[in-house]
């Protein structure tokens, strides 16, 4: 299930993995991914974005390194060669008068044993990287990135989940879409990593027993979005997506069909407030087919599209972000994908 464009995930993928992305990189799509840096094994993993199995032509190699304190590579590699020159940025200074060679940003932001979620936008000059919700550094384009079409991790990392975001999601005078994924597809109840055992499978395939409830790993902050896909059952009266806070429900998303209506609102010590139904279109949501609802938290509202469609923003009622760290599905639908 997902967007219309969107490429499935791909799940517990084993290391050394090379998969497909459908279509090419586009500007504004974004990849994500979730997994853990192994505590021993050797010194470095690499994310390479490139042309085909092969990598000869790597337009995007990120490669953290322990060694030295710690600090992460990024380069291109054009006709299976690497350039020489080394550009070192320590801090806020950084000689990007060549961008010819070898980039080392003097930091590390991964742990050895601990788990990570890495993103990478794409953007018309540049990557973007995201690492744990925060920018980590800006990489020019040195060649077309529609040349793109393969994604490769190697090294110490075992992996949970690739995603993959399509562009034009939100409208283009909205904020730009820095949104962060934490997958929450389980082996086991309250496992938040699938079971590494567990043979690589390309999403979707698990369907879950509903109600269906989740932590979200940190809580929400702006730029933290959530995807649910599933399918409503022909019969379907009604389901719900709620975010909670405790026993409190920040918010309540729930399509109602019997009366034709999206209802929204909150829920603080057992008291609803008032609804919110008002679309800009008609109902979007259909019994027996599937759905896809993405909802992207940012500083003032939580923003929501629907199969690839901007549909509302609701404005929070619990200020306290952070504290928001469950997400509840229920209601009338088989659900196929959450996503935190």
Same mark, same amino acid.
């Given at each position: 299930? #997902? ?19 459908? *279509? ?7 990849? =994500? ?11 470095? @993993? ?5 042309? *085909? ?8 190699? @990120? $490669?953290? %390194? ?12 054009? %006709? ?6 080394? !550009? ?19 930091? +590390? ?44 991790? =190697? ?17 283009? $005078? /909205?904020?730009?879409? =820095?949104? =962060? ?5 389980? /082996?086991?109840?309250?496992?938040? @990593? ?44 009604? @389901?719900?997506? $709620?975010?909670?806070?405790? /026993? ?22 057992? /008291?609803?407030?008032?609804?919110? %139904?008002? !679309?800009?279109? #008609? +109902? ?57």
């Amino acid at each position: 299930m #997902g967007f219309g464009g969107a490429q499935a995930s791909y799940i517990n993928p084993v290391v050394p993995f090379t998969g497909m992305i459908q *279509g090419g990189l586009q500007d504004g799509h974004k990849i =994500t991914i979730i997994g853990t840096v192994l505590p021993s094994g050797g010194n470095r @993993f690499a994310v390479n974005l490139q042309t *085909g199995h092969n990598d000869s032509d790597i337009a995007f190699h @990120f $490669n953290p %390194r322990f060694e030295e304190g710690g600090y992460v590579v990024c380069n291109t590699k054009q %006709r299976g060669s690497f350039p020489s020159i080394i !550009l070192v940025e320590r801090g806020d200074c950084c000689n990007r008068t060549k961008r010819a060679g070898e980039e080392r940003k003097m930091h +590390m932001p991964f742990q050895r044993g601990y788990s990570f979620e890495l993103c990478f936008q794409v953007q018309s000059s540049e990557f973007r990287v995201m690492v744990n919700g925060n920018l980590f550094t800006q990489y020019a384009h040195r060649v077309p990135f529609h040349r793109v079409d393969a994604i490769s991790i =190697t090294g110490i990392v075992q992996l949970s989940s690739i995603s993959f975001q399509p562009p034009g999601i939100w409208p283009a $005078n /909205s904020a730009p879409i =820095t949104q =962060t994924f934490v997958h929450t597809i389980h /082996s086991t109840p309250g496992q938040m @990593f699938p079971n590494p055992v567990i043979p690589p499978v390309v999403y979707p395939n698990p369907v879950y027993q509903l109600p269906y409830f989740t932590s979200i790993l940190g809580g929400l902050y702006p730029s933290k979005s959530i995807l649910v896909s599933g399918t409503i059952l022909p019969s379907a009266q009604r @389901f719900y997506i $709620n975010l909670r806070s405790g /026993s409190n429900i920040a918010f309540h998303l729930n399509p109602r069909f019997n009366e034709n209506a999206v209802v929204r609102n909150t829920q603080i010590n057992g /008291s609803w407030g008032s609804e919110e %139904r008002s !679309l800009p279109r #008609g +109902m979007p949501f259909f019994r027996g087919q599937s759905f896809s609802v993405w909802i992207m938290c940012e500083g003032h509202c939580f923003k929501v599209a629907v199969d690839g469609q901007h549909l509302f923003e609701y404005h929070h009622r619990l200020k306290n972000l952070p504290a928001i760290n469950n997400l509840e599905v229920g209601g009338d639908i088989q659900l196929t994908h959450g996503q935190t």
